[in-house]
T-cell receptor, first 113, second 117 residues
Framework: DAKTTQPTSMDCAEGRAANLPCNHSTISGNEYVYWYRQIHSQGPQYIIHGLKNNETNEMASLIITEDRKSSTLILPHATLRDTAVYYCIVRVPFRRQGGKLIFGQGTELSVKP | GAVVSQHPSWVICKSGTSVKIECRSLDFQATTMFWYRQFPKQSLMLMATSNEGSKATYEQGVEKDKFLINHASLTLSTLTVTSAHPEDSSFYIC?????????????FGQGTRLTVV
């Protein structure tokens, strides 16, 4: 299973863009990159996912490099409520073990006033 | 996003007793449900994967006779911690993925805080 590497922690000023990097150099061609976040003592919240192309939704943007070995999650205007642990996950294909999500240590993002 | 509900949100039980945690997908049918455990200051650890109507697949090191998983319908899975001990105290979280269609992401419940005294 492809492993991901993320910085342990990051700070971001409120109102600025938060750019969270993730390395997944062993990713296979059919494996998706998923991002979730977990606010203290809650279940993880889905943010966004992608395969090759950049993706954007109401929460964030996902930029995947052309070689797919790394990606960046962008929160365009961070708020204090975005303070959380952000997990970058390479999802196991559905046909193999049901598409399970294996969580790494994630990045603890602190948004400061 | 889709809603996954866990019950109870928290439970305290005596050592040696069993505790059942329910996980329901409220607005979609879940082919697959996943159970995780999370200790303080640590990441989520996958315990098992269950598919409706079949036996769960446990991750290495997880005792299947201690953590009983039942996935009897497309909207309900249960995790029973049998003969609980203080070291089983943890945050248990379930996740569910849809049967079909374009929704491929998994959604998580709010978690269940288990304390064994």
């Amino acid at each position: 299973d492809a492993k991901t590497t993320q910085p342990t922690s990051m700070d971001c000023a409120e109102g600025r863009a938060a750019n969270l990097p993730c390395n997944h150099s062993t990713i296979s061609g059919n494996e998706y990159v998923y991002w979730y976040r977990q606010i203290h003592s809650q279940g993880p919240q889905y943010i966004i996912h992608g395969l090759k192309n950049n993706e954007t939704n109401e929460m964030a943007s996902l930029i995947i490099t052309e070689d797919r070995k790394s990606s960046t999650l962008i929160l365009p205007h961070a708020t204090l409520r975005d303070t959380a642990v952000y997990y970058c996950i390479v999802r196991v294909p559905f046909r193999r073990q049901g598409g399970k999500l294996i969580f790494g240590q994630g990045t603890e993002l602190s948004v400061k006033p | 996003g889709a809603v996954v509900s866990q019950h109870p949100s928290w439970v305290i039980c005596k050592s040696g007793t069993s505790v059942k945690i329910e996980c329901r997908s409220l607005d979609f049918q879940a082919t697959t449900m996943f159970w995780y455990r999370q200790f303080p200051k640590q990441s989520l650890m996958l315990m098992a994967t269950s598919n409706e109507g079949s036996k769960a697949t446990y991750e290495q090191g997880v005792e299947k006779d201690k953590f009983l998983i039942n996935h009897a319908s497309l909207t309900l899975s249960t995790l029973t911690v049998t003969s609980a001990h203080p070291e089983d105290s943890s945050f248990y979280i379930c996740s569910a993925r849809a049967v079909q269609g374009t929704m491929t992401e998994a959604f998580f419940g709010q978690g269940t805080r288990l304390t064994v005294v």
